[in-house]
Protein backbone atom coordinates (compact mmCIF):
# COMPACT_ATOMS: atom_id res chain seq x y z
CA UNK A 1 0.00 0.00 0.00
CA UNK A 2 1.13 3.58 -0.36
CA UNK A 3 1.57 5.39 2.39
CA UNK A 4 2.37 8.98 3.44
CA UNK A 5 4.68 10.13 6.32
CA UNK A 6 4.12 13.72 6.94
CA UNK A 7 6.57 15.77 9.69
CA UNK A 8 5.56 19.35 10.20
CA UNK A 9 7.29 21.13 13.37
CA UNK A 10 7.49 24.96 14.70
CA UNK A 11 8.35 26.85 17.71
CA UNK A 12 5.23 28.08 18.99
CA UNK A 13 6.73 28.93 22.42
CA UNK A 14 8.93 28.06 25.47
CA UNK A 15 9.63 28.31 29.18
CA UNK A 16 12.54 30.50 30.33
CA UNK A 17 13.60 31.63 26.67
CA UNK A 18 14.28 29.00 23.88
CA UNK A 19 14.50 26.23 26.88
CA UNK A 20 11.64 23.85 25.90
CA UNK A 21 7.44 23.72 25.29
CA UNK A 22 5.69 23.87 28.39
CA UNK A 23 3.75 20.98 29.82
CA UNK A 24 0.45 22.85 29.36
CA UNK A 25 1.17 23.50 25.36
CA UNK A 26 2.46 20.30 24.10
CA UNK A 27 -0.96 18.56 25.47
CA UNK A 28 -2.60 21.33 24.24
CA UNK A 29 -1.25 20.24 21.04
CA UNK A 30 -1.34 16.72 21.74
CA UNK A 31 -4.98 16.88 22.65
CA UNK A 32 -6.21 19.25 19.12
CA UNK A 33 -4.47 16.58 16.93
CA UNK A 34 -5.81 13.82 18.74
CA UNK A 35 -9.02 15.63 18.72
CA UNK A 36 -9.51 16.76 14.97
CA UNK A 37 -7.45 13.62 13.01
CA UNK A 38 -10.09 11.17 13.14
CA UNK A 39 -10.82 10.41 9.33
CA UNK A 40 -8.05 12.07 8.38
CA UNK A 41 -4.54 10.23 9.62
CA UNK A 42 -4.05 6.34 10.08
CA UNK A 43 -1.63 7.47 13.09
CA UNK A 44 0.83 10.13 14.36
CA UNK A 45 3.17 11.00 16.96
CA UNK A 46 4.56 14.18 18.60
CA UNK A 47 7.34 15.07 20.28
CA UNK A 48 9.81 17.86 21.03
CA UNK A 49 13.26 18.79 20.67
CA UNK A 50 14.32 22.06 22.24
CA UNK A 51 11.83 24.27 21.94
CA UNK A 52 10.29 22.95 18.90
CA UNK A 53 7.27 20.63 18.42
CA UNK A 54 6.94 18.10 15.82
CA UNK A 55 4.06 16.07 14.56
CA UNK A 56 4.46 12.72 12.46
CA UNK A 57 1.45 12.03 10.86
CA UNK A 58 0.91 8.99 8.49
CA UNK A 59 -1.75 8.95 5.81
CA UNK A 60 -2.70 7.79 2.67
CA UNK A 61 -3.30 11.28 0.81
CA UNK A 62 -0.08 11.93 -0.56
CA UNK A 63 2.82 14.71 0.27
CA UNK A 64 1.22 18.21 0.42
CA UNK A 65 -2.29 17.50 1.23
CA UNK A 66 -4.66 20.49 2.29
CA UNK A 67 -6.08 19.01 4.89
CA UNK A 68 -2.95 17.08 6.40
CA UNK A 69 -1.51 20.43 6.52
CA UNK A 70 -4.14 22.90 7.59
CA UNK A 71 -4.34 20.47 10.67
CA UNK A 72 -0.94 21.11 11.66
CA UNK A 73 -1.49 24.83 11.18
CA UNK A 74 -4.46 24.76 12.95
CA UNK A 75 -2.90 22.85 15.90
CA UNK A 76 -0.26 25.13 16.25
CA UNK A 77 -2.15 28.16 16.33
CA UNK A 78 -4.28 26.69 18.91
CA UNK A 79 -1.08 25.94 20.55
CA UNK A 80 -0.05 29.54 20.40
CA UNK A 81 -2.62 30.61 22.20
CA UNK A 82 -2.08 28.65 24.80
CA UNK A 83 1.53 29.50 24.82
CA UNK A 84 0.38 33.38 25.12
CA UNK A 85 -1.94 32.41 28.07
CA UNK A 86 1.33 31.09 30.04
CA UNK A 87 3.48 34.32 29.11
CA UNK A 88 5.89 31.52 26.69
CA UNK A 89 8.63 33.47 25.18
CA UNK A 90 8.51 33.14 21.05
CA UNK A 91 5.15 32.40 21.25
CA UNK A 92 3.52 32.02 17.38
CA UNK A 93 7.22 32.54 16.73
CA UNK A 94 7.82 29.91 13.53
CA UNK A 95 4.11 30.74 11.91
CA UNK A 96 4.92 33.24 9.84
CA UNK A 97 1.94 34.10 7.79
CA UNK A 98 -1.15 35.66 9.09
CA UNK A 99 -3.92 32.82 7.93
CA UNK A 100 -3.30 29.08 6.11
CA UNK A 101 -3.29 29.01 1.84
CA UNK A 102 -3.17 25.74 1.19
CA UNK A 103 0.16 24.35 2.63
CA UNK A 104 2.24 25.34 5.09
CA UNK A 105 5.45 25.03 2.90
CA UNK A 106 6.41 28.95 2.83
CA UNK A 107 4.47 29.65 5.64
CA UNK A 108 7.39 28.66 8.59
CA UNK A 109 6.37 25.22 9.74
CA UNK A 110 9.47 23.08 8.65
CA UNK A 111 7.96 20.08 6.40
CA UNK A 112 9.35 16.56 5.24
CA UNK A 113 7.41 14.43 3.70
CA UNK A 114 7.80 10.97 2.04
CA UNK A 115 5.19 8.43 -0.13
CA UNK A 116 6.29 5.01 0.09
CA UNK A 117 5.45 1.41 -0.88
CA UNK A 118 5.19 -0.04 2.25
CA UNK A 119 7.39 -3.37 2.46
CA UNK A 120 6.16 -5.70 4.83
CA UNK A 121 8.32 -4.19 7.26
CA UNK A 122 9.29 -0.88 7.00
CA UNK A 123 11.41 0.64 9.53
CA UNK A 124 12.24 4.09 9.26
CA UNK A 125 14.20 6.99 11.44
CA UNK A 126 12.39 10.77 12.20
CA UNK A 127 15.19 13.14 13.09
CA UNK A 128 14.39 16.65 14.46
CA UNK A 129 17.46 19.44 15.40
CA UNK A 130 17.09 22.53 17.19
CA UNK A 131 19.54 25.82 17.26
CA UNK A 132 20.76 25.15 13.99
CA UNK A 133 19.74 24.88 10.31
CA UNK A 134 19.19 22.16 7.65
CA UNK A 135 23.11 22.20 6.98
CA UNK A 136 23.80 20.17 10.04
CA UNK A 137 22.77 16.72 8.24
CA UNK A 138 24.88 17.25 5.06
CA UNK A 139 27.86 15.59 6.75
CA UNK A 140 25.84 12.76 8.08
CA UNK A 141 24.07 12.10 4.70
CA UNK A 142 27.14 12.16 2.42
CA UNK A 143 29.13 9.65 5.06
CA UNK A 144 25.87 7.02 5.33
CA UNK A 145 25.55 7.28 1.44
CA UNK A 146 28.62 8.04 -0.17
CA UNK A 147 31.33 6.42 2.09
CA UNK A 148 32.10 3.15 2.40
CA UNK A 149 34.39 3.25 5.11
CA UNK A 150 30.54 4.66 7.23
CA UNK A 151 28.53 2.39 5.15
CA UNK A 152 29.87 -1.00 4.42
CA UNK A 153 26.92 -2.02 2.97
CA UNK A 154 28.06 0.26 -0.37
CA UNK A 155 30.21 -2.68 -1.15
CA UNK A 156 28.36 -5.71 0.71
CA UNK A 157 24.72 -5.34 -0.92
CA UNK A 158 24.01 -5.32 -4.81
CA UNK A 159 21.76 -3.20 -5.10
CA UNK A 160 23.50 -0.39 -3.24
CA UNK A 161 26.15 -0.73 -4.81
CA UNK A 162 23.95 0.64 -7.72
CA UNK A 163 24.45 4.52 -5.86
CA UNK A 164 21.93 7.01 -4.83
CA UNK A 165 21.02 10.51 -6.50
CA UNK A 166 20.88 13.04 -4.46
CA UNK A 167 18.72 16.31 -4.78
CA UNK A 168 20.53 19.41 -3.49
CA UNK A 169 19.11 22.18 -2.85
CA UNK A 170 20.87 26.27 -2.61
CA UNK A 171 18.80 27.52 0.38
CA UNK A 172 20.03 31.24 -1.01
CA UNK A 173 17.94 31.45 -4.07
CA UNK A 174 14.74 32.61 -3.35
CA UNK A 175 12.74 33.39 -6.02
CA UNK A 176 11.94 30.23 -6.41
CA UNK A 177 13.41 26.35 -5.69
CA UNK A 178 16.85 25.81 -7.17
CA UNK A 179 18.11 22.48 -6.90
CA UNK A 180 20.49 19.77 -8.79
CA UNK A 181 20.01 16.36 -9.08
CA UNK A 182 23.90 14.44 -8.54
CA UNK A 183 24.65 10.63 -8.71
CA UNK A 184 27.15 8.90 -6.07
CA UNK A 185 29.17 7.62 -7.03
CA UNK A 186 30.29 8.86 -10.58
CA UNK A 187 29.82 12.77 -8.70
CA UNK A 188 30.87 12.21 -5.83
CA UNK A 189 33.39 15.16 -6.11
CA UNK A 190 31.08 17.71 -7.19
CA UNK A 191 28.46 16.40 -4.22
CA UNK A 192 31.16 16.92 -1.66
CA UNK A 193 31.84 20.43 -3.40
CA UNK A 194 28.53 21.67 -2.72
CA UNK A 195 27.91 20.40 0.73
CA UNK A 196 31.05 21.41 2.36
CA UNK A 197 29.01 24.91 2.45
CA UNK A 198 26.09 23.64 4.28
CA UNK A 199 24.91 27.20 4.61
CA UNK A 200 23.79 27.20 1.44
CA UNK A 201 23.66 23.84 -0.43
CA UNK A 202 21.36 21.62 1.66
CA UNK A 203 20.59 17.95 0.52
CA UNK A 204 16.84 17.82 -0.03
CA UNK A 205 16.26 14.09 -0.69
CA UNK A 206 18.11 10.88 -1.01
CA UNK A 207 16.69 7.93 -3.45
CA UNK A 208 18.59 4.53 -4.03
CA UNK A 209 19.07 4.44 -7.95
CA UNK A 210 18.25 0.62 -7.74
CA UNK A 211 14.35 1.61 -7.51
CA UNK A 212 13.90 5.35 -7.66
CA UNK A 213 12.06 4.77 -4.03
CA UNK A 214 12.64 8.04 -1.38
CA UNK A 215 14.93 7.30 0.98
CA UNK A 216 15.34 10.48 2.44
CA UNK A 217 13.54 13.69 3.20
CA UNK A 218 15.48 16.58 4.47
CA UNK A 219 12.84 20.34 5.57
CA UNK A 220 15.15 22.84 3.85
CA UNK A 221 12.99 26.00 4.96
CA UNK A 222 15.18 28.88 5.71
CA UNK A 223 13.39 31.10 7.76
CA UNK A 224 14.90 34.56 7.47
CA UNK A 225 14.18 34.24 3.61
CA UNK A 226 10.83 33.65 4.59
CA UNK A 227 10.75 36.65 7.00
CA UNK A 228 13.19 38.92 5.62
CA UNK A 229 14.75 38.98 9.13
CA UNK A 230 15.56 36.68 11.63
CA UNK A 231 13.07 34.66 13.26
CA UNK A 232 14.90 32.11 14.73
CA UNK A 233 16.85 28.87 13.50
CA UNK A 234 15.53 26.67 11.08
CA UNK A 235 15.69 23.71 13.27
CA UNK A 236 15.09 21.13 10.74
CA UNK A 237 13.63 18.02 10.83
CA UNK A 238 14.35 14.60 8.35
CA UNK A 239 12.82 11.44 7.89
CA UNK A 240 15.32 8.26 6.39
CA UNK A 241 13.75 4.90 5.51
CA UNK A 242 16.34 2.15 6.53
CA UNK A 243 17.66 -1.58 6.19
CA UNK A 244 17.64 -3.94 2.88
CA UNK A 245 17.91 -1.52 -0.23
CA UNK A 246 18.51 1.76 2.40
CA UNK A 247 21.47 1.63 4.58
CA UNK A 248 21.11 -0.14 7.98
CA UNK A 249 20.17 1.79 11.01
CA UNK A 250 23.59 1.50 12.51
CA UNK A 251 25.20 3.46 9.36
CA UNK A 252 22.61 6.19 8.97
CA UNK A 253 23.72 6.77 12.80
CA UNK A 254 27.39 6.20 12.97
CA UNK A 255 28.25 9.91 11.52
CA UNK A 256 26.26 11.67 14.68
CA UNK A 257 29.49 10.22 16.53
CA UNK A 258 31.60 12.87 14.96
CA UNK A 259 29.41 15.97 16.80
CA UNK A 260 30.22 18.01 13.54
CA UNK A 261 30.34 21.95 13.85
CA UNK A 262 27.58 23.19 12.25
CA UNK A 263 25.87 26.50 12.35
CA UNK A 264 23.12 27.91 15.15
CA UNK A 265 23.26 28.35 19.20
CA UNK A 266 23.17 31.47 20.76
CA UNK A 267 21.61 34.12 18.17
CA UNK A 268 21.89 31.70 15.76
CA UNK A 269 24.78 33.02 15.24
CA UNK A 270 27.81 30.86 15.77
CA UNK A 271 29.61 27.66 15.23
CA UNK A 272 29.09 24.74 17.63
CA UNK A 273 29.14 21.21 17.77
CA UNK A 274 25.68 19.35 17.26
CA UNK A 275 24.83 16.99 20.09
CA UNK A 276 22.64 13.93 19.70
CA UNK A 277 19.94 13.71 22.42
CA UNK A 278 17.54 11.76 24.16
CA UNK A 279 13.78 12.49 22.44
CA UNK A 280 11.81 15.04 24.37
CA UNK A 281 15.29 17.21 25.56
CA UNK A 282 15.53 20.68 26.08
CA UNK A 283 18.44 23.35 25.76
CA UNK A 284 20.43 24.46 27.63
CA UNK A 285 23.97 26.03 27.33
CA UNK A 286 25.02 28.96 25.72
CA UNK A 287 21.26 28.22 23.47
CA UNK A 288 22.24 25.15 22.86
CA UNK A 289 24.94 22.93 22.01
CA UNK A 290 22.62 22.30 18.79
CA UNK A 291 20.88 19.27 19.39
CA UNK A 292 19.60 16.59 17.19
CA UNK A 293 17.53 13.45 18.33
CA UNK A 294 16.14 10.87 16.62
CA UNK A 295 13.35 8.50 16.80
CA UNK A 296 13.04 4.76 14.97
CA UNK A 297 9.97 3.23 14.00
CA UNK A 298 8.49 0.21 12.61
CA UNK A 299 5.24 0.80 10.89
CA UNK A 300 2.43 -1.63 9.45
CA UNK A 301 -0.33 -0.36 6.89
CA UNK A 302 0.33 3.22 8.29
CA UNK A 303 0.00 2.12 11.99
CA UNK A 304 3.32 3.12 13.65
CA UNK A 305 5.04 1.16 16.83
CA UNK A 306 6.27 3.31 19.99
CA UNK A 307 9.58 5.14 19.00
CA UNK A 308 12.71 3.67 19.93
CA UNK A 309 14.73 6.82 21.17
CA UNK A 310 18.41 5.45 19.43
CA UNK A 311 20.19 8.20 21.38
CA UNK A 312 19.60 7.13 24.26
CA UNK A 313 21.75 3.99 24.42
CA UNK A 314 24.86 4.30 26.80
CA UNK A 315 27.40 4.39 23.50
CA UNK A 316 26.10 7.89 23.26
CA UNK A 317 26.55 9.61 26.38
CA UNK A 318 30.65 9.41 25.80
CA UNK A 319 29.66 11.18 22.47
CA UNK A 320 27.82 14.01 24.92
CA UNK A 321 31.22 14.23 26.86
CA UNK A 322 32.72 14.93 23.59
CA UNK A 323 30.65 17.64 22.15
CA UNK A 324 30.14 18.71 25.59
CA UNK A 325 34.45 19.41 25.54
CA UNK A 326 33.85 20.55 21.92
CA UNK A 327 31.31 23.08 22.67
CA UNK A 328 33.43 24.73 25.59
CA UNK A 329 36.35 24.96 23.43
CA UNK A 330 35.25 26.74 21.02
CA UNK A 331 33.13 29.17 23.33
CA UNK A 332 36.57 29.77 24.68
CA UNK A 333 37.14 31.60 21.26
CA UNK A 334 33.86 33.85 22.02
CA UNK A 335 33.07 35.80 19.25
CA UNK A 336 36.76 35.53 17.63
CA UNK A 337 36.95 33.95 14.08
CA UNK A 338 35.39 30.62 13.36
CA UNK A 339 33.55 30.84 16.53
CA UNK A 340 30.95 33.06 15.02
CA UNK A 341 29.24 32.80 11.60
CA UNK A 342 30.66 34.85 8.66
CA UNK A 343 29.10 38.57 8.25
CA UNK A 344 26.56 37.42 5.33
CA UNK A 345 25.20 34.37 7.44
CA UNK A 346 24.86 36.47 11.22
CA UNK A 347 21.30 35.87 12.10
CA UNK A 348 21.35 39.49 13.91
CA UNK A 349 22.21 43.25 11.90
CA UNK A 350 23.85 44.65 14.57
CA UNK A 351 27.31 44.37 13.51
CA UNK A 352 26.83 45.08 9.82
CA UNK A 353 25.15 47.86 10.62
CA UNK A 354 27.53 48.81 12.82
CA UNK A 355 30.37 47.95 10.19
CA UNK A 356 28.18 50.31 7.64
CA UNK A 357 28.56 53.35 9.85
CA UNK A 358 32.20 52.83 10.48
CA UNK A 359 33.18 52.29 6.52
CA UNK A 360 32.10 55.58 6.24
CA UNK A 361 34.69 56.72 8.78
CA UNK A 362 37.97 54.77 7.09
CA UNK A 363 40.30 56.63 4.88
CA UNK A 364 43.04 56.23 2.53
CA UNK A 365 46.22 57.39 3.89
CA UNK A 366 48.36 59.71 2.07
CA UNK A 367 51.97 58.00 1.43
CA UNK A 368 54.95 60.26 2.98
CA UNK A 369 57.39 61.90 0.22
Same mark, same amino acid.
Given at each position: ???????????????????? $??????????????????? %???????????????????????????????????????????????? %????????????????? *??????????????????????????????????? $???????????? $??????????????????????????? &??????????????????????????? &???????????? &????? %????? @??????????? %???????? $????????????????????????????????????????? @?????????????????????????????? *????????????? *??????????????????? @????????????????????
Amino acid at each position: MKTTLSVIKADIGSIGGHIR $PSRKLFQAVADHVEKHSKK %LLLDHYISYTGDDIAILMTHERGPGDEQVHKLAWDTFMAGTEVARGEG %LYGAGQDLLKDSFSGNV *RGMGPAVAEMEIEERPGEPFLFFAADKTDPGCYNL $PLYMAFCDPMNT $PGLMLSPRMMKGFTFVIMDVSHTEGDR &VIELNAPEDLYHIAALLRDPERYVVES &VSPRSSGEPAVS &VSTSR %LHNIA @GKYTGKDDPIM %LVRVQKDF $PATGEILAPYSIGPYVAGAMRGSHQMPLMPVTLNSGISFFD @GPPVVSCAAFAMHHGILTEPADVFEHPFWD *RVRDSVSAKAIDM *RRQGFFGPAMLPMNELEYT @GITDAIEKLDARFHVREERP
